[in-house]
């Protein structure tokens, strides 16, 4: 846990201790039963920041989740069944769960505005079977009785908040996890997340479990508080307004559910206060939603990032205030390296045989062969359009329905997903690097090596990549530096295999020099074969004992990496056939 979230945490804990014991003694009780609304409507924010503030899907049916476990609780206090209020609160919230992974499944196949459509229909459905179906007793008025010590509203406040610290401890927990940190990626790149062995299936379903298990233990205590309640108490326009709150605001932070609650309760008896119409607060949150959309960033992830990019800033400046270590051979300061020498025969680590992409009646790729031998860095080039991105991403299970075979050492690939290959060894990195800047280094390279890494393991791999201290957030490191990243976290679970796809881009020269000495260490120092796709000859020649070209989709040299770049093809292929000397 970083020293901000400490921070929030303890700020949040604090708030929380100061709230229970004096807000009953000095509040009246209006403005207690609104504290109560405040603290409730806070708790059906965070499911609002689990599935849209980490997730960032967009769900408009959270309060029909809140519906379901309110439902649970009053017919369990009809029957009367055992176990009391406490249990029914929580069987309110494990009964939403597998409804929100029914809601979910569509989450698979759609994103977006789509999605957004699918759910709120699922809340208009809600609405319009609870308006045709009551809230069990509310036929015959029975009322649900609260629990001692917690039967009066300054005691219930009391338990609302107790309630509220526990999820928002336990979400914290959850969010430094690496399923929680996959979230982020999640929402900023599924793809990423597949290449990192994250199963988007499994991220996105826990993603809608748990939100609907908060929701329904937020709809149980609103019973708790009315002790009946009415369709209207959950009614779709509800979801709206809290969705675009949780946009602007951010209700994945404890203090941004808090700030969202205390606007959903509190904003109109202010505005009444003021003699402000009402419906000037739902402009006031649209116009917020808008902006925060526009961002990308809500205003808690904001202040967040100004506070970690602060104490960043700090720890850079002692990074550079401290003597350099004595790095830098003598080949890398006079701007060249020598080329690897190869080492012999060794068994196939990844062997593709006969592979083959047709997109409709255009051959992408045509009975393409390609080996990477163990501890070895093989490289792959060619000029633009000859199929390098449709190789790695048909290698790495990007794309389905190819021909030919891939294995990775000695078992076979084909039919995997994308994440399944990764989890098998495979891992791959994209020409446009996608990482969400609420992460650190460190969480980033947790995400990619697919468990929690020691500090130690962390900073000595960050290091050997020339990557700032894993503390340091993404948001402030430059594109050159999010490249390094990408491949230090492809290569943190010390996979097989590492298909890097051109990682040297946006790179100037003495940079990809220095990659280049760092790339070819790799199968050595930590026991990871590299496939390097990349167009900068210098960096290939530095770092490959073996070079596969392609043209149009077809090898048209493969061997050694002095010989191929001397072969006459390869240099026709490269500079067009008029300019390549006769021999």
């Not at 009964?95 to 459509?117: C, E, K, M, Q, T």
Request: glycine residues 12%; hydrophobic residues 50%; negative net charge.
């Amino acid at each position: 846990m970083n020293l901000v979230d400490k921070r929030g945490l303890g700020t949040g804990l604090g708030i929380a201790v100061l709230a229970c014991a004096l807000l009953p003694l000095v509040l009246p009780p209006y403005w207690i039963y609104l504290a109560i609304s405040a603290v409730i409507s806070a708790v059906i924010m965070q499911s609002f920041g689990v599935i849209v503030g980490r997730a960032g899907v967009m769900s408009l049916c959270q309060m029909s989740f809140a519906a379901i476990g309110a439902w649970v609780v009053l017919r369990l206090n009809v029957a009367d069944a055992p176990g009391g209020f406490y249990l029914w609160l929580l069987l309110g919230g494990l009964a939403a769960v597998p409804v929100g992974v029914a809601i979910g499944l569509p989450a698979l196949r759609i994103r977006g505005v789509n999605l957004a459509v699918v759910t709120f229909g699922f809340a208009v459905s809600t609405d319009i079977v609870l308006n045709v179906n009551p809230f069990p007793g509310a036929a015959d008025l029975t009322m649900l009785e609260r629990p001692a010590p917690f039967d009066t509203d300054g005691g219930y406040f009391v338990f609302t908040v107790i309630v509220f610290t526990v999820l928002a401890v336990a979400l914290g927990i959850i969010g430094r996890t690496r399923l929680g940190l996959s979230w982020y990626e999640l929402r900023h790149s599924e793809r990423s997340a597949a290449a990192h062995g994250v199963s988007v299936a499994r991220g996105k379903l826990a993603a809608f479990a748990i939100s609907a298990f908060v929701a329904g233990i937020g709809g149980g205590l609103l019973v708790g508080q009315l002790s009946l309640v009415v369709p209207q108490n959950f009614a779709m326009g509800q979801s709206l307004a809290l969705f675009a709150v949780a946009i602007m605001i951010g209700p994945h932070h404890p203090e941004g559910a808090v700030l969202g609650g205390i606007f959903g309760a509190v904003m109109a008896t202010i505005m009444e206060k003021v003699s402000l119409p009402q419906d000037f607060g739902g402009v006031l949150f649209g116009a917020g939603a808008l902006l925060a959309l526009r961002s990308g960033l809500s205003q808690t992830d904001l202040t967040r990032m100004r506070r970690r990019e602060r104490d960043a800033r700090k720890i850079l400046k002692e990074a550079e205030d401290a003597p350099a270590p004595e790095d830098a051979p003598a080949a890398e300061e006079a701007g060249s390296l020598p080329a690897p020498a190869p080492t012999g025969d060794r068994a196939p680590v990844l062997a593709v045989q006969g592979l083959t992409v047709k997109f409709g009646e255009v051959v992408a790729l045509d009975a393409v062969d390609l080996t990477v031998p163990e501890g070895a860095v093989v490289g792959l080039i060619g000029p633009n359009g000859a199929g390098k991105s449709t190789f790695i991403a048909a290698v790495s299970g990007f794309v389905a329905g190819y021909g030919g075979t891939v294995e990775l050492a000695g078992r076979r690939l084909d039919g995997l997903g994308p994440s399944r290959r990764a989890v098998l060894g495979l891992r791959r990195t994209f020409q446009t690097t996608a990482i969400a800047p609420e992460l650190s280094l460190y969480d980033y390279l947790t995400i990619g090596a697919g468990r929690r890494l020691p500090r130690a393991e962390a900073d000595e791999l960050l290091e050997f990549f020339g990557c700032p201290p894993g503390q340091v957030p993404v948001s402030i490191v430059d594109a050159g530096t999010r490249r390094l990243l990408d491949v230090a976290a492809a290569v943190a679970a010390r996979p097989k295999v590492a298909l890097l796809d051109e990682p040297a881009a946006g790179q100037s020269a003495a940079e990809s020099l220095r990659l280049a000495r760092r790339l070819a260490a790799v199968p050595a120092a930590l026991g990871v074969s590299v496939l390097l796709v990349e167009h900068d000859m210098e960096l290939v020649q530095a770092t490959c004992e073996q070079v596969t070209v392609l043209d149009f989709g077809h090898v048209i040299a493969s061997g050694p990496t002095g010989e191929v770049l001397e072969d006459p093809a390869v240099r026709a292929a490269y500079l067009g056939a008029a300019d390549v000397p006769a021999s």
